[in-house]
């Protein structure tokens, strides 16, 4: 049983992840080990206080560097779902569940909109995890739709799986030659549950298949998070970065714009230190 589970590794998870350390917190880290895509993807960053102008490559190097000197693990997984246990919280990373006593969401913020029909027929013909589900695909006709190349190994992973694979990529330089997987580079429009099959909808095609898969670096927290208050896409939180759960905390981009670092990081570090108030007071 952790004190603490925080949930993604961008700058606001990075900063909540440093004071949980110095608060000298049992604490669980769960995210990319390589840190939000976001973080290295920035070309400048000019009101970062002490650094009057860094590249966001530079940016990440830090980071990794001062988690790296702090001791701090990574666990490398995506999470598929948080639920509330009454007296604790379970995290579901695929087919592990860890829990903790709280948790703090740094989730990011959803790079695209959801898909028409993506939320309604989630577990029922559309996943978001492919190691949780891809078992269920094999030796049949799937679709996978990916944000980002940082999921091209959960591709051909499904791959080796499935019969055939339609990728329908949403950037460049795909990195993926198998002879069951056919690349293109369209934007669904929308999903809909045909008989036993998924029709994905296509600006001028359809492609039916057995499942979808769709592949992003951030779930609306909605969806995570059953019984979270959201508005517009982003969590709802007070000065103290308290949610509407009991225990549950959310810090950085997935709380609402500015999206800023310096934002993220002082949440991050809000939303620390109320966790650890909170477990002070329910010892």
């Known amino acids: 049983m952790y004190d603490t589970i925080i949930i993604g590794t961008g700058a606001a998870g990075i900063s909540a992840a440093l004071t949980l350390k110095q608060l000298n917190k049992n604490f669980l880290w769960i995210g990319s080990k ?27 190097n830090a980071f990794l560097n001062q988690i790296k000197d702090m001791n701090i693990e990574i666990l490398d997984k995506q999470v598929t779902g948080v639920y509330d246990m009454t007296q604790n919280y379970a995290v579901l990373c695929g087919s592990d569940t860890y829990e903790a006593k709280t948790i703090i969401l740094a989730l990011g913020v959803e790079s695209v909109k959801p898909i028409k029909g993506e939320v309604e027929l989630l577990g029922m013909g559309v996943s978001y995890c492919a190691t949780c589900d891809g078992f269920l695909y094999k ?26 694979v339609e990728y329908l990529a949403l950037y460049k330089d795909v990195d993926i030659n198998l ?29 039916i298949s057995d499942g979808i898969f769709v592949l992003k670096p951030a779930i609306s927290p909605a969806i995570l998070v059953p019984g979270l208050e959201a ?21 950085g981009d997935c709380t609402g714009r500015p999206y800023q670092y310096a934002k ?15 477990l002070q007071k329910n010892k």
């Open 264 to 278: 993220a990081v002082g949440e991050g570090n809000v939303a620390a230190h109320s966790a650890n108030e909170f």
């Open 139 to 164: 030796n049949k006709d799937i679709t996978v739709f990916s944000t980002s190349k940082e999921f091209e190994d959960e591709v051909k992973y499904l791959a080796s799986l499935a019969k055939n």
């Open 231 to 251: 508005l517009d896409g982003h969590i709802v939180i007070n000065r103290k970065c308290e949610t509407n759960l009991k225990g549950v905390f959310a810090c």
């Open 34 to 60: 390589d840190l939000s895509y976001k973080i290295s993807a920035a070309e400048m960053i000019r009101n970062y206080p002490g650094l009057s102008s860094v590249s966001g490559k530079d940016l990440k």
């Open 179 to 207: 002879d069951n997987v056919n690349v293109s580079f369209d934007m669904p429009k929308e999903i809909q549950k045909e008989n036993k099959k998924i029709k994905t909808i296509l600006k001028d095609r359809e492609i």
